[in-house]
């Protein structure tokens, strides 16, 4: 099957991507990337790859080994444009997340909404984990006006790890870990019908994160074809549930 992935050109999260890519390429899937002008070669945060502070706070050892292999694969150099997307040639719709300045690109493109908002409608697999839910939360219904959102259940990136995250770098990075002057989640929340029932935090947690073998500490919400996920750590979790939902989908 074949799953789209956008990105911008630079900063998006080096797990969120590398994990469910290597996931879905070892289940025999193709995904294609997409950025806002075909053949860019993105970039992934480079903190992230090097350690945030005094070494500390990046990506595991595993998912940069995957960055490292999807930075040799040809789809990664071979991206197509937001506006050239053929949206019905696809079968899965992946919104990865990152939180750096250049996020805002992705986050902010009506462009890249509005084949989105095309993609919803062919009631399709869409995954989406931490800021890449407000890409979804943005998107509006043509018909209704609302978001895409507004009557499912979700999460995305917990309020308590956003300011957690920025209360403790920013003596020396600055707001690196707020990419809007709202949090993620109040906007995510802001879209729902009814966010004390439809938002789900999940279990708190700042430090412990679900790995190749291991979900214990992963949490992802599944509202019929819609999967979201809360952060990195729950990148592995996020990309098995995804798995399953486009086996279920193929066999529909």
């Given amino acids: 099957m074949r799953v789209l992935m956008p990105v911008p050109d630079r900063d998006f999260d080096v797990t969120e991507v590398a994990v469910p890519w290597r996931l879905l390429v070892d289940a025999g899937h193709e995904v294609v990337f997409a950025t806002e002008r075909a053949g860019t070669r993105p970039a992934a945060d480079p903190r992230l790859l090097t350690g945030v502070l005094l070494g500390q706070l990046g990506a595991e050892d595993e998912p940069k080994g995957f960055y490292q292999q999807l930075t040799s694969a040809p789809e990664f150099g071979a991206t197509v444009a937001w506006a050239d997307v053929d949206v019905p040639a696809f079968d899965g719709l992946l919104l990865p997340g990152g939180h750096a300045p250049g ?3 992705y986050l902010g493109s009506a462009q890249l909404r509005a ?6 409608e062919l009631g399709r697999p869409v995954g989406a984990i931490c800021h890449g839910v407000l890409v979804l939360a943005r998107t509006q219904d043509p018909d209704s006006g609302r978001s895409v959102l507004a009557g499912r259940r979700t999460t995305c990136l917990p309020k308590y790890m956003e300011r957690t995250a920025y209360l403790t770098t920013a003596w020396r990075l600055g707001r690196y ?3 809007y002057p709202a949090y993620v989640e109040d906007e995510v929340r802001g879209a729902l019908d009814d966010p004390g ?3 789900e935090r999940g279990p708190r947690e700042l430090t412990r994160r679900g790995t190749a073998s291991d979900d214990t500490h992963a949490f992802v919400v599944q ?3 819609y ?5 990195p750590g729950d990148a592995y979790l996020f990309a098995r549930r995804y798995l399953d939902l486009l086996r279920t989908s193929a066999g529909a």
């Fill in 227 to 231: 999967l979201s996920a809360r952060w």
């Fill in 223 to 225: 509202d019929g074809g």
């Fill in 115 to 120: 084949k989105v908002g095309e993609f919803w």
């Fill in 177 to 179: 870990y707020r990419t």
């Fill in 197 to 199: 029932t439809q938002f």
């Fill in 103 to 105: 996020m805002r690109q």
